[in-house]
C-alpha cells in the first residue's frame, strides 16, 4: 500500500514578538506549534513567515524563513499584511496549507490556499456582552470591529480551526450559530509544555501574583483578597506582583510587595519556581497556561475556578470561586501546606494531558482529514 502523502504547509509567525505582544502566552503557543510540526514525521516542507525579532529559532532544513516586517508591529502596515500580504505570500510559497496561529484573517479577501486558523479564545465576544456598559475609546472600539470581522472570516472560510480547549470550541460554535454561520471542524489541540521546567532546590518565601489592566483578569479582586490576607495572616514573606495595575489601582504600602513590569522569560520562570504558590485571578480564559507552567515547575498555583481551567486543570492544585473570599483563603493555604511530592504527581499528570506530540498529532490528523475538495488557486483582482 502506498504511504499517504506528506503535507507541505506555510506557517505564520511574522505578527507577533516578545517586545510588544499582549500575550506572551500565545507567542510560546505558536512556538511550540511550531516546533511541533516542522518536525512532524508526515509534514514535508515548511515555509515559515518571521520577521527579524526571531534571530534563534532551531529549525530543520526542511524549513525555508521568509522575512516580512510589514507584519511585525501596528498601523497600515500591519493591516496590509493581515488582508493581503499574508495571503500573497502564501501564494507564492505554493504550499497546499496556510496556518495562521494568531488567528487573525482577512475579511477581504478569500484564502488562495487551504486555510488553518488557531484561536485561542473568543475575549472580543466576551468583553462584547459583558463589559459593553463601560466608557471605550475610539481605537478600542475600531479595533474590536477589526478583530471580530476577522474572527468571523475565519469561520467563513477555513477548512478547520484549531482551539486550545474543547471550551473555546464550544464558545466558537455558540458564537457562529449567533452570527449564523455553520463553522468549519473544531479541534481543540490544547497546548505542549516543557518538563525542564521542573526543579528541585529550595524554595524562597514568597508568592507570585500575575496582574493586569484587563477587567477580566481581575487584578482589582487580587489586590482586595490578597490585602485582607495579608493582614489576617502577617505573612512574612515577599509577594511578587508580575505585570501592569489597572489604571487608578496601587499596591498597598506592605512590606515585601513589590511590582514588577514585564520580566525576561529566564527572570519569570525563576520567580515562579522559587515561590511557595502561584495566585492567578481571572473571570473568562480560553485554556489559561500560568497554573499549568507553575506546577510544572513545582509550585502550587491558586486559580480562579471557571470553565477553562476545570478542563485543563482537572482537579490539580487549588481552585477558588472568585465572589468567595473564605474560600480564597483555603485555597491559599491549602497551597502552602501542599508536600512537594503531591506537585510531582500533578505536575506528570498534566505533562501527560498537555504535550506537543500530541498536539502535532492532532494537527496533523485534521489537515489530512481536510485536505480534499477545490482549492483556491488565485486571489480576485490579481
Not at 493582614?231 to 513589590?258: H, M, N, T, Y
Not at 514585564?262 to 485571578?281: G, K, T
Request: hydrophobic letters at 40%; one cysteine or more.
Amino acid at each position: 500500500m502506498e504511504p499517504p502523502k506528506r503535507i507541505s504547509l506555510s506557517f505564520s509567525l511574522a505578527e507577533q514578538c516578545f517586545d510588544v505582544t499582549r500575550s506572551i502566552g500565545l507567542l510560546n503557543l505558536s512556538l511550540g506549534m511550531l516546533d511541533s510540526l516542522v518536525r512532524h514525521p508526515q509534514v514535508d516542507q515548511v515555509t515559515l513567515f518571521s520577521n527579524s525579532t526571531f534571530r534563534q529559532l532551531d529549525l530543520p532544513p526542511n524549513v525555508t524563513v521568509l522575512q516580512c516586517e510589514a507584519a511585525n508591529g501596528r498601523g497600515l502596515k500591519r493591516i496590509w499584511w493581515d488582508q493581503f500580504g499574508a495571503y500573497r505570500a502564501a501564494r507564492q510559497a505554493g504550499h497546499g496549507w496556510l496556518m495562521m496561529p494568531k488567528g487573525f484573517v482577512s475579511f477581504l479577501r478569500p484564502p488562495p490556499v487551504r486555510l488553518a486558523a488557531y484561536v485561542p479564545d473568543t475575549m472580543q465576544d466576551y468583553y462584547d456582552r459583558t463589559y459593553a456598559h463601560l466608557p471605550c475609546s475610539l481605537a478600542a472600539r475600531m479595533e474590536g470591529i477589526y478583530l471580530r470581522r476577522s474572527l468571523r472570516a475565519a469561520l467563513q472560510y477555513a477548512r478547520v480551526i484549531f482551539t486550545c480547549s474543547e471550551f473555546t470550541s464550544s464558545e466558537l460554535a455558540n458564537l457562529a450559530r449567533r452570527w449564523g454561520l455553520t463553522p468549519p471542524p473544531l479541534v481543540a489541540i490544547g497546548t505542549g509544555f516543557a518538563p525542564s521546567l521542573l526543579r528541585s532546590d529550595g524554595k524562597d518565601l514568597s508568592l507570585v501574583v500575575l496582574a493586569s489592566p484587563y477587567q477580566h483578569k481581575r487584578t482589582d479582586l487580587a489586590l482586595d483578597y490578597l490585602a485582607r490576607w495579608q493582614k489576617e495572616s502577617g505573612f512574612a514573606g515577599r509577594i511578587d506582583w508580575v505585570g501592569s495595575l489597572p489604571s487608578g489601582c496601587s499596591l498597598p504600602g506592605f512590606p515585601g510587595w513589590k511590582l514588577h513590569s514585564r520580566v525576561p522569560e529566564a527572570e519569570y520562570r525563576d520567580l515562579i519556581a522559587r515561590a511557595r504558590a502561584l495566585v492567578y485571578f481571572t473571570e473568562y480564559e480560553g485554556f489559561g497556561m500560568p497554573p499549568v507552567e507553575a506546577i510544572i515547575a513545582g509550585t502550587c498555583a491558586v486559580y480562579s475556578d471557571i470553565p477553562a481551567s476545570r478542563e485543563v486543570l482537572s482537579g490539580c492544585g487549588a481552585p477558588f470561586l472568585n465572589q468567595d473570599y473564605p474560600g480564597f483563603v483555603q485555597a491559599l493555604n491549602d497551597a502552602l501546606a501542599t508536600p512537594e511530592t503531591r506537585i510531582q504527581e500533578w505536575t506528570a499528570t498534566l505533562l501527560d494531558r498537555h504535550n506537543w506530540k500530541k498536539g502535532g498529532d492532532k494537527i496533523v490528523h485534521a489537515l489530512r482529514k481536510h485536505n480534499g475538495g477545490v482549492e483556491i488557486t488565485g486571489l480576485a483582482g490579481e
